[in-house]
């Protein structure tokens, strides 16, 4: 027995050090961490953007994604959005999550949105133009700068876009400065077209006004080196800046999925998977004593082990936990289960041969463990192909989660079934409980004290 006081002690300070990281519920006193809660369970929205990367070449894809990924991150925080997860998913698509908010559908379009400001001039009869409003037909204004024609964006805008009011008007203005090869289009630009209208798009569109009418002033002067846009509302102006200083979108992206979930239906679901979790253990835990015994109350007691080692898990990775991935764990508690199931069968056939506990114990464990393995590892590839497969569609998260907690489940199964389990019997051996047959087996007539 003293030679496996050691794992005794093993497991006893993981259980304890689990147990601390687990509870309190909310943070446990290690790590202060709660359990992240998916979008199912505390409402918000789900997003999925795609991006359009026909023009861009194979290899630089994966750094235009990532791109992406940065500027929409940059546009998400300023909405006050806590722990927002937004992430690639397969090779074109971005996924949004923002938990416990809501967005206009505007707020959703200017996520996506790529920020880049073009200013245009009126084109002339024949000339072939880019948009078409109620005050004309607008292209590009070009100017050329050092042998090559270049269009006057906001990519030549430096990143301090700020707003200011005017003292006298009063009306907001949006105030930019050009960087360098910006303020030589712009000279050459406003030279050309000093007196007339300049438009300003926004992709297909005109960027608007308070009044709903394009924003297209007269040039009064030349302007080389910063720029003012009036005629936005405070909202407007104020989302404006912020994308334009966030970072110009380098493809264009569109929303193609999503999903809003109430907080207070994924409550109801929290508080059902629980009860519902609960009374699995606790039905598990009745019949593995009744059904097996000694064994199958230590057993018992290794699924606690093992359900506060998988919850300290889900804490510290963090592992964001759905109503799917809440099935995924809890039939992974029926796998653990299973494990000590074949185990103790296999020890039954060791009693039924004559053999002594401490054999049957070991011969238990050694001859189950094949078939521990084998089921096992092919559940893992099966949550390993489903994790694959859930980040290449749009909505597959849940998905995911459910192979994520269903793989972890898996791999702490095996570990508290033979070690947990193997330990806590281990134990037994030699001692006066070990010759008491009818706590191992309710078969009398494999006894053989």
């Not at 110009?248 to 999903?259: A, D, Q, W």
């Not at 994924?266 to 015994?293: C, E, K, N, P, Q």
């Not at 995924?328 to 508690?333: C, M």
């Not at 494990?339 to 506990?357: D, H, Y």
Request: charged residues 20%; negative net charge.
């Amino acid at each position: 027995m003293k030679k496996y006081r050691f794992g005794l002690i093993t497991i006893l300070v993981l259980f304890i050090l689990s147990a601390l990281v687990v509870l309190p519920v909310g943070k446990g006193v290690i790590g202060g961490r709660a359990i992240e809660l998916g979008l199912d369970l505390q409402g918000g929205l789900h997003l999925v953007y795609e991006a359009d990367l026909s023009g861009v070449a194979e290899a630089d894809r994966d750094s235009i994604l990532n791109g992406v990924v940065d500027v929409i991150s940059n546009r998400v925080n300023p909405l006050g959005v806590s722990e927002p997860n937004i992430e690639k998913q397969g090779e074109n698509r971005v996924v949004v999550q923002l938990p416990g908010t809501a967005l206009t559908d505007a707020q959703k379009q200017r996520i996506g949105s790529t920020a880049l400001l073009v200013f245009a001039e009126l084109a002339a009869d024949g000339e072939e133009a880019r948009w078409e409003n109620e005050l004309g037909r607008w292209k590009p204004a070009t100017a050329e700068i050092d042998g090559a024609v270049k269009e006057l964006d906001s990519s030549y805008f430096k990143d301090n876009t700020f707003l200011t009011s005017d003292q006298t008007t009063g009306r907001i203005e949006l105030r930019f400065e050009w960087n360098e090869e910006g303020a030589k289009i712009s000279e050459a630009v406003t030279t050309r077209i000093l007196g007339k209208r300049m438009g300003i798009f926004e992709g297909d569109t005109a960027l608007l006004g308070d009044n709903g009418q394009p924003i297209a002033p007269v040039v009064e002067g030349i302007i080389s080196t910063s720029g003012v846009i009036t005629g936005l509302s405070f909202n407007e102006a104020e989302i404006l800046s912020r994308q334009l200083n966030a970072g110009r979108l380098p493809v264009p992206l569109e929303i193609i999925y999503e999903n809003t979930v109430s907080p207070v239906l994924g409550a109801d679901f929290v508080d059902r998977s629980v009860l519902a979790g609960a009374v699995g253990v606790i039905l598990v835990m009745i019949f593995m004593t009744a059904f097996y015994r000694l064994p199958g109350f230590l057993s018992s007691l290794a699924l606690m082990v093992y359900i506060a080692i998988v919850l300290a898990i889900y804490k510290l990775v963090p592992v964001t936990l759905t109503l799917a991935g809440i099935g995924g764990f809890i039939l992974s508690i029926g796998m653990a289960v299973d494990a000590n199931v074949l185990i103790f069968e296999r020890m039954k056939e060791e009693l039924r041969a004559r053999r002594t506990v401490g054999a049957a114990i070991e011969a238990g464990f050694s001859r189950a463990w094949t078939a521990i393995w084998d089921s096992n590892v092919t559940t893992l590839i099966v949550c390993a192909i489903l994790v694959w497969v859930g980040g290449s569609v749009a909505a597959g998260a849940p998905v995911q989660g459910f192979a994520l907690t269903l793989g972890v489940g898996v791999l702490a199964s095996m570990f508290t079934a033979m070690f947990v389990t193997r330990t806590f019997l281990r134990m037994l051996i030699g001692s006066q409980t070990a010759r008491k047959l009818s706590l191992f087996t309710t078969e009398a007539g494999d006894q053989n004290a």
